[in-house]
């Protein structure tokens, strides 16, 4: 199972918005919507950030937004802020009824 | 308050054996499936395994097939992870997870996220 596709790092300045790619196949994120997406800071643990593709969980700031088009989803954060630089991951569920995870892309906020 | 506290990392020869344990709180336990993913020091996270709420089905990625099996006992609230013929390329820390939604009487999906994670536990596979 090949790990899924997202850019190494992004960038952006307080208040823009951002967005990370996360491509796959039509074995995995084509194939459901079932993409979630995992904010960790260093040294901490994951966090659930938006589930099947654009779910978020109760808690988490409606500046996260995700998306799907095709075999690419992708994770919005809009108005940006210090706290949100992190590194994300996304994830899939596949048709091997296995999960997925994409590299991982370091935001950096300016 | 839902809670995983992973245990049982540490260092290991090449060829050896480890026991990772991960006691939950909070939740009903039985209600979930429960799942492992790792992280190898500065890179990113791979799923290792899920296990249904009654222990019934068990999905692994390929490069552990074989050699972990993951395992829970619903009385004791714990998942457990196995791991035998450890490489050096199995160091990472290792998290548990609770996987999706919980199951109902009537239907026990296979889990499409992990919420919450645990703190994780290092294992280190090094002579």
């Known amino acids: 199972q090949s790990a899924l596709t997202q850019p190494a790092s992004v960038s952006g300045s307080p208040g823009q918005s951002i967005t990370i790619s996360c491509t796959g196949t039509s074995s995995d994120v084509g194939g459901y919507n079932y993409v979630s997406w995992y904010q960790q800071h260093p040294g901490k643990a994951p966090k659930l950030m938006i589930y099947?593709?654009?779910n978020r969980p109760s808690g988490v700031s409606n500046r996260f937004s995700g998306s799907k088009s095709g075999n690419t989803a992708s994770l919005t954060i809009s108005g940006l802020q210090a706290e949100d630089e992190a590194d994300y991951y996304c994830?899939?569920?596949?048709?091997?009824?296995?999960?997925?995870f994409g590299g991982g892309t370091k935001l950096t906020v300016l | 308050e839902v809670q995983l506290v992973e245990s049982g990392g540490g260092l290991v020869q090449p060829g050896g054996s480890l026991r990772l344990s991960c006691a939950a709180s909070g939740f009903t336990f039985s209600s979930y499936w429960m799942s492992w993913v790792r992280q190898a020091p500065g890179k990113g996270l791979e799923w290792v395994a899920n296990?249904?709420?009654?222990?019934?089905?068990?999905y692994y990625v390929d490069s552990v097939k074989g050699r972990f099996t993951i395992s829970r006992d619903n009385a004791k609230n714990s998942l457990y992870l196995q791991m035998n013929s450890l490489r050096a390329e199995d160091t990472a820390v290792y998290y548990c997870a609770r996987g999706g939604v919980g199951c109902s009487s009537t239907s026990c999906p296979i889990p499409t996220w992990f919420d919450p994670w645990g703190q994780g536990t290092l294992v280190t596979v090094s002579s």
């Open positions: 296990i249904k709420q009654d222990g019934s089905e068990k």
């Open positions: 099947d593709v654009s």
């Open positions: 994830s899939s569920y596949t048709s091997s009824s296995t999960q997925v």
